[in-house]
Each structure stands twice: as C-alpha cells, then as structure tokens.
C-alpha cells in the first residue's frame, strides 16, 4: 500500500476495482480543513478520466504494468493486432481499449503494450508519428509557414491544422500527445 502522498504522476493504482492512471496530480491545503489531494485518473482499459479527490492520509494499492515493446500489424473489422517483438506472439485487442489512439496507428509502428497480470490493457504511443497527408486543398508559391493553417486529413483518418504550403503526399510529424502538426519531414 502506498499513501495519498506518495503518489505522482504517471503511478497506477488499483480503485474501485478498475486500474487507473495518475495523469495530474495536486495537493490543496485549505486554511482551517485538512489537506486534501486531487488527483485526476485516467482508466487504463477504457481511457475515460475522471477526477476524484482524497485525503493525504489515504491508501492505494499500486498496479504493477507491464511495458513490452510490440509492432503494429493490421485491424479486421473489430480487433487490432500487434506482434510482441521478442517472442513474436500476437496480440489482439478491442477498439474500446484503444480510444483516440486508433488514430495514429499505422502498419509496423513500435510501441509499447501495457500489460497488468498477463492481460493487455491499453498501448503507449510514442511521443512523435510520422503520417503522410491524403487530402488537403492545394498549396500555392508564396504561402509561409506563418500565414495560416488549413484543415488536413492524413493516412490513419486523422485531422489535422496545416501550414498553408503543406501538399498531399508530404510527411508530416504529428505530436501523439495534442495530435498537432509539428513539421514537415519530406
């Protein structure tokens, strides 16, 4: 058991049964109360957040993920696949589990699987995802990186806000965290 205290973000606790995520953490000292602890969770199976707050003299079971490296492969019409990269097992799993993920995950992408007592749970993306952009109005000569953006839609389905001289074809690094736009690879 660990206390409120103890507690940071990026831990994973065990509550109410389900395992949660610690994505902010805050400690909030009220004149004349006790202090109190208002951690925002994020559900590791289905990726809801919910914010809860607690007493600092609480305790928390933690829950031991496990990390393994695997590469995407494909998604049928319910399920996406990955491949475990060291003993090459495959593992499926639910749309659900995946949320707004789905929409950086392109065939062979490495990423990590989250694990907890043998069952897959969720991924962790990596930070930066390289995406080729299928549709876009047209750039024309002149246009800066600074004079606008415009609506783009890339390879996996996701949308995003462009420069003005980004054109169809071009490869782009996308942040996982916000989904934005980044720079333009080639």
Request: glycine share 6%; net charge negative; proline share 4%.
């Amino acid at each position: 058991m660990i206390d409120a205290g103890e507690l940071r973000k990026g831990t994973a606790i065990e509550l109410d049964g389900e395992i949660y995520q610690i994505v902010e953490y805050q400690h909030v000292k009220m004149q004349q109360r006790q202090p109190v602890i208002r951690l925002r969770l994020r559900n590791v199976r289905s990726g809801n957040t919910l914010e809860r707050n607690f007493q600092a003299n609480d305790k928390f079971t933690p829950a031991f993920l496990e990390h393994r490296r695997v590469q995407y492969l494909y998604n049928d019409a319910n399920l996406y696949y990955f491949m475990d990269s060291e003993n090459y097992e495959q593992i499926a799993l639910a749309p659900e589990q995946l949320a707004e993920a789905i929409d950086y995950l392109k065939e062979g992408l490495n990423l990590e699987i989250l694990t907890h007592k043998a069952e897959a749970v969720n991924i962790e993306l990596p930070t930066f995802v390289e995406l080729k952009v299928v549709e876009t109005e047209p750039g024309f000569k002149g246009d800066t990186a600074t004079a606008g953006s415009k609506p783009a839609k890339l390879e996996t389905g996701l949308g995003v806000q462009v420069p003005l001289f980004i054109n169809i074809g071009d490869i782009l690094k996308i942040d996982t965290r916000s989904g934005k736009y980044l720079e333009k690879v080639s």
